[in-house]
């Protein structure tokens, strides 16, 4: 049986989706927490490039980025696959996991921790993104279809925090 590590912080949503890869696929794994602010030494010595988690350890081996890690964990272990068989599809859930990141995940938190019209400015184009995201999902159980795939796990923010965010800073993207 291989090693494997899991390098995170509970509020991450990068974290959380290499979590339910990882969970999807049967994987077990060891989960260190990690205090951001004061990083272990074993988490700078897996990660010495960007010090930032996700970090999955497998036998050893360092991985970062969540989206690397995601990749790896559908490559290297049985069970569901979070990407699509067809290239043409696997490219468009590729296209839309970025989209998620950069007109939902990026303009969202800009307009949590900025003022005025920065504000303003970044949460109208989180509203558009989201408006065309959930477009994109109506009518399905999940973005790929029938089974959950790497848009719903890079996805998974939307449900973690923005309702909170909403809150905290005072607007409503979502209905």
């Known amino acids: 049986m291989s090693e494997?590590?899991?390098?995170?912080?509970?509020?991450?949503?990068?974290?959380?989706?290499?979590?339910?890869?990882?969970?999807?696929k049967g994987v077990e794994y060891e989960y260190i927490e990690e205090d951001l602010k004061n990083k272990s030494?074993?988490?700078?010595?897996?990660?010495?490039?960007?010090?930032?988690?996700?970090?999955?350890?497998?036998?050893?081996k360092p991985?970062?980025?969540?989206?690397?890690?995601?990749?790896?964990?559908?490559?290297?272990w049985e069970g569901p696959s979070v990407f699509p068989k067809d290239p043409y599809d696997r490219a468009m859930s590729r296209f839309w996991a970025k989209f998620?990141?950069?007109k939902c995940s990026d303009p969202l938190w800009k307009a949590c921790w900025s003022a005025g019209e920065e504000r303003e400015k970044a949460a109208k184009e989180a509203e558009e993104?989201?408006?065309?995201?959930?477009?994109?999902?109506?009518?399905?159980?999940?973005?790929?279809?029938?089974?959950?795939?790497?848009?719903?796990?890079?996805a998974n923010f939307?449900?973690?925090?923005?309702?909170?965010?909403?809150?905290v800073v005072g607007f409503h993207l979502l209905t």
Not at 50 to 55: E, H, Q, R, S
Not at 63 to 76: C, M, N, P, Q
């Open 4 to 24: 494997v590590k899991l390098f995170g912080a509970w509020f991450s949503p990068y974290v959380r989706r290499v979590e339910m890869s990882l969970k999807l």
């Open 41 to 60: 030494p074993l988490l700078l010595q897996y990660n010495p490039i960007t010090k930032l988690v996700p970090v999955l350890v497998h036998n050893g």
């Open 63 to 76: 991985i970062f980025e969540s989206s690397v890690i995601l990749e790896y964990i559908d490559e290297t």
């Open 100 to 102: 998620v990141e950069d």
């Open 129 to 154: 993104g989201f408006k065309i995201l959930e477009n994109e999902i109506k009518d399905k159980k999940f973005f790929g279809g029938d089974n959950i795939g790497l848009v719903d796990l890079v």
């Open 158 to 167: 939307v449900a973690l925090w923005a309702p909170i965010l909403q809150d």
